[in-house]
């Protein structure tokens, strides 16, 4: 079992920057995959980023590449989602994922989940 603890949501003008966190406990992350997923009012969940706990390989949605960067710290059990020039449409709940596989970002393939931080970006 992973449980994971995500934090750092909140208002923010357009244009503003947020930082996520998400601390994980449990079962050891060396073989996993974490990710960060958003959903939206009236929409699905949906990708946004995802870093192999044990290697250094990210990867984005091409809605959030070049403004949002995932990052880790191993020696805080600990995942990041740094944000930059946000847009009212990232408005959503932001959730951190776990997945034992790479290269699948269905919302399927993570089968740990936190339970979510809002974003909301105002105009």
């Known amino acids: 079992q992973v449980q994971l603890v995500e934090s750092g949501g909140g208002l923010v003008q357009r244009g503003g920057s947020l930082t996520l966190s998400c601390v994980a406990a449990?079962?050891?992350?060396?073989?996993?995959?974490l990710g960060w997923f958003r959903q939206a009012p009236g929409k699905d969940r949906e990708f946004v980023a995802a870093?192999?706990?044990?290697?250094?390989?990210?990867y984005y949605s091409d809605s959030v590449k070049g403004r949002l960067t995932i990052s880790r710290d191993n020696s805080k059990n600990s995942v990041y989602l740094q944000m930059n020039n946000l847009k009212v449409e990232d408005t959503a709940v932001y959730y951190c994922?776990?997945?034992?596989?790479?290269?699948?970002?269905?919302?399927?393939?993570?089968?740990?989940w936190g339970q979510g931080t809002q974003v909301i970006v105002s105009s």
């Open positions: 994922a776990v997945s034992q596989y790479r290269y699948d970002w269905s919302v399927n393939s993570f089968a740990y």
């Open positions: 449990g079962r050891s992350l060396g073989a996993y995959v």
């Open positions: 870093e192999e706990w044990s290697g250094d390989s990210k």
